[in-house]
């Protein structure tokens, strides 16, 4: 344990951070997972729609600096990808 203020302030500040850190990436994750529901229901009009809200949800995670751009970028792509090949 640490014994100097500015340490044991930093233990606190590091968790919150960490916290706040997991509970956008669990949002991005439940927000993939919607996505990729409705694209094994076969329906495009639901997957449509979760994509948008994904979209948006990893977009700011970016802006949050959870994500890097690129990853951010690639899960939406692939996203996307998945939703268009369905017929």
Known sequence: ??????????????????????????????????????????DKAAASAALVAATSTIDKAVTKGVYHKNTASRKVSRLAQAVNKMA
């Open 1 to 42: 344990m640490a014994n100097i203020k500015s340490a044991k302030k930093r233990i606190l500040v590091n968790q919150k951070k960490a916290d706040r850190n997991k509970a956008i990436k669990s949002g991005v994750k439940t927000a993939i997972k919607k996505v990729n529901t409705a694209i094994g229901t076969n």
